[in-house]
């Protein structure tokens, strides 16, 4: 009997994006033995429990649905953790985002890699459809890198676990304290790193994401920026910490500063070539703000549907 892999889709008020999703995932090409776990983090309507609910009966695999009644994407996601467990059969995890859609090959994809690779966790490529002009002079790159061993991943959204990776961490798998703010994923993977676990790259296990073009506009990207670097540096803190290693993450950041401002300002009357200083400037001040305390929580604000 072929291994079951639970494929784990956290929600949150996108219903349908997530009929998109399950309907992508009943059309894979497979041969591993499959079951669907939803877990609905909005408490209130739970649109996305009443959706698997009304699939569940006719749908191709098993499908659960769950709510995770504490906000916060790490919550969530430690809520698909612990039930895919419950699960005795269950090899492999697979969390996949809800405003994501896998290719038809994608899970026989990321098993035959982790197989080739003996890693612990695999992540697959993310390509993007533009909402908007093709020639469009910021799109979202996809998230892209070879096949293979790679020392560190990008994200959860798309992503191959080891049953056993799981078992071996204590609770809480992902970091309540990084529910809001985005970087869960990073923190969880800088420990699995500590712990001597080994990181894949599948490139053919691929999803596929939309961008509205809200997300393109340069509020959004420095938003992100500061976002990123701010969550970023709070798993640094957290993991490496010491007055030295502080000394020369700061030295950095004032670097970062230093030569991005004034790039930006001589930028400042081509908007398609100063976005880049402009990112790099709102990453270095979002780190700043997490050495000085302050949090950014960039998932307060919700784009549901």
Known sequence: MSERVVIAIPTYKRPLSLKRLLDAIARLDTRHD???????????????????????????????????PERGIAQVRNVLVEHALRDRRCAFVAMIDDDEWPDAGWLDEFVAVQRRTGADVLQGSILFEQDGPQNDPAPVPDIRHPTGLIAMLQGAGNILIVRAVLEELPR?????????????????????????????????????GEVPATRRELAWILARAYSTGNSDMRVWLKHE???????????????????????????????????RPLQKLFR??????????????????????
């Open 284 to 305: 270095a001040a979002g780190k700043a703000a997490a050495i000085a305390g302050q949090t950014f929580n960039e998932y307060s604000l919700v784009h549901g549907e």
């Open 34 to 68: 499959v079951a669907v776990l939803v877990a609905d983090n909005d408490c209130e309507k739970q649109d996305g429990l009443a959706l698997c609910h009304r699939l569940a009966p006719s749908y191709r695999w098993p499908l659960a649905a769950v709510p995770a």
């Open 241 to 275: 910490g010491g007055l030295l290693p502080l000394l020369r993450e700061s030295a950095k950041i004032a670097g970062a500063v230093l030569l991005s401002l004034p790039l930006a300002l001589i930028l400042a009357p081509s908007p398609n070539h100063r976005r």
């Open 172 to 208: 809480p798998w992902f970091d309540p304290d990084f529910a809001l703010t985005g970087g869960e994923d990073f923190e969880f993977f800088t420990r699995l790193a500590k712990a001597g676990k080994r990181f894949a790259w599948a490139d053919g296990a691929r999803a596929y």
